[in-house]
């Protein structure tokens, strides 16, 4: 069964950084999509980035492009989300997600796999 465990989230201040960290369990992820997303109160889930497993391709929404870098540590199954000059409108909880067909998708629906969510508040 696939696991993923989501960890680095936290408080901070506004133009701060934060990494968070996915590790991945339970299958071999070389054929995988690992994205990640993110929900704030009373809006839809969003998508951020998506990184293929085996060829290493990254996609990043416009919304963060510049501040926001997926990438992947295949040794120790895990996917990273490195954000930089973090805003006050970034405050959401955070979600990694895994589609076994391989897509670099931005729909919710296409990943079969969530983690549990990591709060991410940032300050003013």
């Known amino acids: 069964q696939v696991q993923l465990v989501e960890s680095g989230g936290g408080l901070v201040q506004a133009g701060g950084s934060l990494r968070l960290s996915c590790a991945a369990s339970?299958?071999?992820?070389?054929?995988?999509?690992l994205a990640w997303f993110r929900q704030a109160p009373r809006k839809e889930r969003a998508f951020l980035a998506a990184?293929?497993?085996?060829?290493?391709?990254?996609y990043h929404a416009d919304s963060v492009k510049g501040r926001f870098t997926i990438s992947r540590d295949n040794a120790k199954n895990t996917v990273y989300l490195q954000m930089n000059s973090l805003k006050p409108e970034d405050t959401a909880v955070y979600y990694c997600?895994?589609?076994?067909?391989?897509?670099?998708?931005?729909?919710?629906?296409?990943?079969?796999?969530w983690g549990q969510g990591n709060q991410v508040t940032v300050s003013s």
């Open positions: 997600a895994a589609d076994s067909g391989g897509r670099l998708t931005t729909r919710p629906r296409s990943y079969e796999y």
């Open positions: 339970g299958r071999t992820f070389s054929s995988y999509t």
């Open positions: 990184i293929s497993w085996s060829s290493g391709n990254t």
